[in-house]
């Protein structure tokens, strides 16, 4: 009789184990398969996305041998760079390569083959170096939007000319530029060098990068202190009663509240109050550190939390003060933590738009800021702006701007994860 028992047991917890097995193979299964369908997500995301942006670090230029004439530029004696015909001095360097566009129409095709950049070219010349009023030079300028985005396959020569920004005639005398030589790819430092521009082909993110920068500063220089301080007295010396518990949610609650609000905020007090420069870094940074505080507060908290009650406990009992334990033995315990959690929050705010867009950062730009208080862009304004231009040539560029921005956000990612490595002490 008890053998039977045994036997139907052993078949019952048999049976138990078989579909134990089977619901933890299914769940692996699926597991499996939920992280390849994420991985193969993310994989086309960068794929698309480099295969669009990638032609953007490279631009077409022309060539051309300009003449800096005494005549054109100089007709009174005297050369005034705000006045002179630079126009005019291209305009001669192209006749000189096609002759034959001699009609008003073909010369103003021709024209559109090389950039209104080409001009303020030559005038940064001739500022740079008077000496060369009167010689001639042989000069590289960036080619037209149109021009670069025919070379680089985004427009198709074979549809009817309706259909596309260039005419055959356009297109024989691009065909001969390449010929010549005259015409080639090189490295395109104008889309880390220049400010934002109406031309394709001379928009850069440099403003944005700068508006960033100075954002990004200003907002570490105000969260981090006072989130740290803020964490350290919460964990630390804040009494245990409901004031405390109301603050403790008010923040988690704070980390939850959309971005956007931030925005709103900032606009309301900081702009229309306080009366501070609209569209100004200095703006942004206080948007911003408003919105990563309640983030490096919780990560602060987590960092001292995670510090072994046995420190504090051995260090008072060697007759530390509460002072002396939190800032000589806590602190420098939880600092990877916290460092860590103040480098996340950077990293979200510098990805931000939405709080920025509220307080005017929206605007279209051309300087580069040179100071906190001098209207700027951040780069992920410059990308949406880029992204809602109609122009072909915007595409890549507003690739090319997100490839870089994720660039400095896995930078951020990167440096946080080696910082927390190398500060960490185990105990």
Do not use: C
């Not at 303020?120 to 985005?149: C, E, F, H, I, W």
């Not at 804040?238 to 709103?264: M, Q, T, Y």
């Not at 109609?390 to 946080?416: C, D, K, Q, Y």
């Amino acid at each position: 009789m008890s053998e039977n028992k045994i036997e139907i047991t052993r078949t019952r917890v048999e049976a138990g184990l078989a579909k134990r097995y089977r619901k933890e193979a299914a769940f692996r299964f699926f597991g499996m398969l939920a992280t390849a369908v994420g991985v193969i997500f993310l994989a086309v995301f960068f794929i698309t996305l480099i295969a669009q942006g990638a032609s953007a670090f490279q631009q077409n230029y022309i060539t051309i041998d300009v003449e800096f004439s005494e005549e054109l530029l100089a007709p009174d004696g005297e050369l005034d760079l705000e006045y002179a015909d630079f126009d005019a001095v291209v305009r001669n360097a192209m006749k000189a390569l096609f002759p034959e566009a001699t009609g008003r129409k073909d010369r103003r095709e021709m024209m559109r083959l090389v950039s209104v950049g080409g001009a303020y070219q030559l005038r940064a010349m001739l500022k740079s170096d008077p000496g060369l009023l009167g010689t001639s030079q042989s000069v590289t300028v960036p080619a037209s939007s149109n021009v670069d985005m025919l070379l680089k396959g985004n427009i198709d020569r074979n549809v009817e000319a309706s259909r596309r920004p260039l005419t055959d005639k356009q297109l024989a005398w691009i065909d001969q530029l390449v010929e010549n030589g005259r015409l080639e790819a090189k490295f395109n430092s104008a889309l880390f060098l220049n400010g934002d521009s109406r031309e394709p082909e001379l928009a850069g993110i440099r403003g944005a990068l700068m508006g960033s920068f100075y954002m990004l500063i200003v907002t570490i220089a105000l969260s981090f202190p006072i989130g740290a301080a803020a964490a350290i007295y919460l964990e630390e010396f804040a009494p245990k009663n409901r004031w405390a518990d109301l603050i403790e949610v008010n923040i988690n609650n704070l980390a939850a509240v959309p971005s956007i609000v931030f925005g709103l905020l900032g606009l309301a007090v900081f702009i229309n109050w306080m009366s501070l420069p609209r569209s100004a870094p200095l703006v942004g940074g206080l948007v911003l550190s408003l919105m990563t505080l309640p983030v490096i507060i919780i990560a602060s908290r987590a960092a001292i939390k995670s510090v072994p009650p046995s420190i504090r406990d051995a260090a008072l009992g060697l007759g530390a003060s509460r002072m002396q334990v939190v800032f000589h033995h806590v602190i420098p315990l939880a600092l990877p933590g916290m460092l860590t959690g103040a480098i996340i929050g950077m990293g979200r705010a510098l990805g931000e738009s939405a709080p920025l867009l509220m307080i005017g950062m929206v605007a279209f730009i051309v300087d580069v800021p040179a100071g906190f208080s001098d209207p700027s862009t951040a780069l992920p304004v410059q990308v949406y702006l880029w992204a809602d231009s109609p122009e072909r040539a915007f595409a890549e560029r507003t690739a090319a701007a997100i490839i870089v921005l994720l660039g400095f956000l896995l930078l951020m990612n990167l440096s946080a994860v080696i910082l927390r490595r190398r500060m960490e002490k185990k105990w």
